[in-house]
């Protein structure tokens, strides 16, 4: 699969994980930044040096997709059964990875063991730290849309992801005994763990944004863009992945001008109709949602009204990154969207 350098991420990570464990990582940023595709490939360079495979497992959780709505969900997703008739250990939910990691389920038990964790008698969280305890490997354990599993109870009260935590807490910092990377584009669930006060001083957090301008240009000269087309390119749609993927795959060079502006005008009515739902929704409210972005537009942004800003972000008509306190446009398509939006509203 094509790969677009980013070296300064993929320094940092390699760095963190041939490191002793010591801290949570978490790897977040705005929708399709790239996140996945970057830790994929950090992962499978490793593994292919000499040695890796023998000094390291990768554990690979990715909740993209499946339906976890309940503590059963979850014990299900770290354990393989045993099958009692043939005495292979199976998992409903087991896949791999495009470079052969498994993916999921990697944590052989019996099926009694199984019932004990359903109903609470024994601890999972405790089983796989002994498990853990015994190996001889590194474990490098990644987690991809963890906060699938937000609204998750073991019983009314307790979290999963509580406890979730607390065990990473213990596998890096108390234990050093494995690397944990959870990745998020949930910019509310990073901002939680945040200012949670039981994982202060036990995380760190690296932001995987869109490639910036002077990379963008470099990848597009690359692809065979000129210079100035590549300028032009950027000024318009930026560094976000997926987008200069359409560009460039679009076969015929020539008319990179009218993807770009296909693009836009996609953007632009996806704005337009969001907005225009708001309206219609809740007039008083669609009201401070306008009156944000213009402030925001107009750089004069002194109050933060979070209710506002969760939705505009939860729209993707805004990101929001907790941990630098930065409020964007959610792309450089967004940006012009937003103005030209504005200005129509305003005249
Ligand atoms: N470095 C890269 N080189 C080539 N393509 C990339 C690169 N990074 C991302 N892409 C492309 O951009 C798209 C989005 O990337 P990816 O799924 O990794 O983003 P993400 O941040 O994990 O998204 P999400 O927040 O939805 O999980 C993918 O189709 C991928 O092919
Ligand atoms: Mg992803």
Request: a negative charge; zero cysteines; proline letters at 2%.
């Given at each position: 699969?094509?790969?677009?350098?980013?070296?300064?991420?993929?320094?940092?990570?390699?760095?963190?994980?041939?490191?002793?464990?010591?801290?949570?990582?978490?790897?977040?940023?705005?929708?399709?930044?790239?996140?996945?595709?970057?830790?994929?490939?950090?992962v499978s360079e490793l593994s292919k040096r000499k040695g890796f495979v023998?000094?390291?497992?990768?554990?690979?959780?990715?909740?993209?997709?499946?339906?976890?709505?309940?503590?059963?969900?979850?014990?299900?997703?770290?354990?393989?059964?045993?099958?009692?008739?043939?005495?292979?250990?199976?998992?409903?939910?087991?896949?791999?990875?495009?470079?052969?990691?498994?993916?999921?389920?990697?944590?052989?038990?019996?099926?009694?063991?199984?019932?004990?964790?359903?109903?609470?008698?024994?601890?999972?969280?405790?089983?796989?730290?002994?498990?853990?305890?015994?190996?001889?490997?590194?474990?490098?354990?990644?987690?991809?849309?963890?906060?699938?599993?937000?609204d998750v109870y073991i019983n009314g009260e307790r979290k999963v992801v509580?406890?979730?935590?607390?065990?990473?807490?213990?596998?890096?910092?108390?234990?050093?005994?494995?690397?944990?990377?959870?990745?998020?584009?949930?910019?509310?669930?990073?901002?939680?763990?945040?200012?949670?006060?039981?994982?202060?001083?036990?995380?760190?957090?690296?932001?995987?944004?869109?490639?910036?301008?002077?990379?963008?240009?470099?990848?597009?000269?690359?692809?065979?863009?000129?210079?100035?087309?590549?300028?032009?390119?950027?000024?318009?749609?930026?560094?976000?992945?997926?987008?200069?993927?359409?560009?460039?795959?679009?076969?015929?060079?020539?008319?990179?001008?009218?993807?770009?502006?296909?693009?836009?005008?996609?953007?632009?009515?996806?704005?337009?109709?969001?907005?225009?739902?708001?309206?219609?929704?809740?007039?008083?409210?669609?009201?401070?949602?306008?009156?944000?972005l213009s402030y925001l537009m107009n750089d004069k942004l002194i109050f933060?009204?979070?209710?506002?800003?969760?939705?505009?972000?939860?729209?993707?008509?805004?990101?929001?990154?907790?941990?630098?306190?930065?409020?964007?446009?959610?792309?450089?398509?967004?940006?012009?969207?937003?103005?030209?939006?504005?200005?129509?509203?305003?005249?």
């Open positions: 699969m094509k790969f677009w350098d980013r070296k300064k991420e993929v320094e940092y990570l390699k760095r963190y994980i041939q490191s002793e464990p010591n801290a949570i990582l978490f790897v977040y940023g705005p929708k399709s930044s790239g996140k996945s595709t970057l830790l994929y490939h950090v023998k000094k390291y497992d990768v554990f690979w959780y990715d909740l993209r997709g499946r339906l976890i709505s309940s503590y059963k969900d979850v014990i299900d997703i770290f354990f393989k059964m045993e099958d009692t008739e043939t005495g292979k250990f199976i998992s409903s939910v087991e896949s791999e990875t495009s470079f052969g990691i498994p993916v999921i389920a990697n944590f052989k038990i019996r099926t009694s063991m199984r019932e004990e964790f359903y109903s609470k008698l024994a601890d999972p969280f405790e089983y796989m730290e002994a498990v853990l305890m015994k190996g001889k490997k590194r474990h490098i354990i990644v987690f991809d849309e963890l906060q699938r599993l937000k509580d406890a979730l935590f607390n065990f990473f807490v213990r596998l890096t910092k108390v234990l050093h005994l494995a690397h944990v990377i959870v990745m998020s584009s949930d910019t509310f669930f990073i901002e939680e763990i945040y200012k949670s006060s039981s994982l202060e001083n036990t995380s760190r957090y690296y932001l995987v944004d869109y490639f910036d301008d002077e990379t963008t240009k470099e990848i597009l000269l690359n692809e065979g863009y000129s210079r100035e087309e590549a300028n032009y390119i950027v000024s318009w749609i930026g560094g976000v992945p997926w987008l200069l993927e359409e560009v460039i795959n679009e076969g015929n060079k020539g008319s990179f001008k009218e993807v770009v502006h296909a693009l836009y005008r996609e953007v632009l009515s996806k704005v337009k109709l969001k907005l225009l739902e708001e309206k219609s929704k809740n007039e008083k409210f669609y009201k401070k949602e306008i009156e944000f933060e009204d979070t209710e506002v800003l969760k939705r505009l972000a939860e729209l993707e008509i805004l990101y929001y990154d907790p941990i630098n306190d930065r409020i964007t446009p959610h792309t450089k398509l967004h940006e012009r969207a937003i103005k030209e939006v504005l200005n129509s509203i305003l005249e």
